[in-house]
């Protein structure tokens, strides 16, 4: 039966990479003989859980979770690597990283006897994931598109072409993403090439593509999903480079926005919770992780963030509506024609890096 409904959108409190020095020292042991909430300590992105799922956790294990944000992988990875890691019970980590996260001895594997519920999670079929993970627990998965208000453009957007050779309407009205993985990855698709291509002929074609659009994009930044600081709710902007949960959680604010999987395909992609190897509280942390991963929490969590949940049981309990949604769950023919980031090579990344050092500077 299904038992939950979509939330509404809320915006919360949230503080990123510059003051998480003050977080490495508020961690704690279990449970203290005072009875003091203990307290657990979670780097992740931000708006990213429910806080109603953390209220119910903290009331019934006498616990207090805290939260470092970070805006990007690389602030997520910079502020892992200046502080050695230390600090954080747990860490959100996508596909690609994880591996890398524990050979650098961030991350460490979790004991499924201290959170059976985490054997629930595991990923769908999809090209690049791999289904089952013995290192970290899949959290959510969803996809990498373009959100546009329907009432600001004059036909709609189907295709990775009309973002990155844009019609004159569209003309100072896109913000893409400041992750050069994203830009240029989708570039690459718009060209009918792999995402993950390294021809370097290909990969021209595609800062050439890039400076040309450059006089049309109002700005590379993360995207602002909080509703006051939003650039297409506001309207300022007419279409924007995006995850799915994200302009769902939009879309929920602004019925006018529309969130659209291109038909070349775009990203697909996995975000894991990680038990951090240097935790304080590994105790804690497992039973937090177990706690996320119950059905009742785990559907009612995807319903708040707006993305399919890798949890088997939680599907059961969520509404027809939101798992009949091809925006959450895509058909497997879209799915096909969509890739997974896969690890770049050092010299491949500096590659990456000068096309969007070449786009800043045009754009400015």
């Not at 979770?65 to 992988?73: G, L, Q, R, T, W």
């Not at 650098?104 to 769908?124: K, S």
């Not at 959680?249 to 395909?265: A, D, T």
Request: overall charge negative; proline content about 5%.
């Amino acid at each position: 039966m299904n038992i939950l409904s979509r939330t509404q959108y809320r915006v919360k409190n949230v503080f990123f990479a510059p003051v998480f020095a003050a977080l490495l020292l508020i961690s704690g042991p279990v449970l203290a003989a005072t009875g003091e909430p203990a307290t657990l300590t979670f780097l992740t992105w931000g708006d990213y859980i429910d806080e109603d799922v953390v209220a119910e956790f903290e009331a019934e294990y006498n616990a207090q979770v805290k939260f470092a944000y970070y805006e990007s992988d690389a602030a997520r990875d910079e502020m892992l690597t200046t502080s050695n890691a230390e600090g954080f019970d747990l860490i959100m980590v996508d596909s690609v990283t994880k591996s890398f996260h524990h050979q650098l001895g961030w991350v460490t594997e979790f004991d499924t006897q201290q959170a059976p519920n985490i054997t629930q999670a595991r990923l769908p079929e999809l090209s690049g994931l791999e289904a089952r993970d013995d290192l970290c627990t899949p959290y959510a998965w969803g996809t990498t598109g373009i959100a546009y208000r329907t009432d600001l453009v004059s036909e709609p957007i189907t295709r990775w072409q009309q973002l990155y050779q844009p019609a004159p309407e569209l003309e100072g009205r896109i913000l893409m993403s400041d992750m050069e993985e994203e830009i240029i990855g989708m570039a690459l698709k718009s060209l009918g090439y792999s995402m993950n291509s390294d021809d370097p002929q290909q990969l021209e074609q595609v800062r050439q593509l890039l400076l040309a659009q450059a006089p049309a994009v109002a700005g590379y930044s993360a995207v602002a999903v909080e509703t006051e600081k939003s650039k297409l709710v506001s309207g300022e902007v007419s279409a924007i480079l995006t995850y799915s949960g994200d302009a769902l959680m939009l879309r929920e604010v602004e019925p006018r926005i529309k969130y659209v999987l291109p038909e070349e395909g775009g990203v697909v992609w996995a975000d894991f919770i990680c038990l951090a190897a240097k935790a304080s509280n590994p105790e804690l942390a497992h039973h937090f992780v177990d706690f996320l991963n119950r059905p009742a929490q785990a559907a009612k969590n995807a319903l708040y963030i707006n993305n399919a949940t890798p949890n088997q049981a939680a599907q059961a309990l969520l509404p027809a509506s939101f798992l009949n949604d091809p925006l959450v769950y895509p058909d497997q023919a879209i799915l096909a024609k969509s890739e997974t980031h896969q690890i770049l090579s050092p010299r491949l990344i500096k590659r990456h890096k000068r096309i969007m050092r070449d786009i800043t500077r045009a754009h400015h």
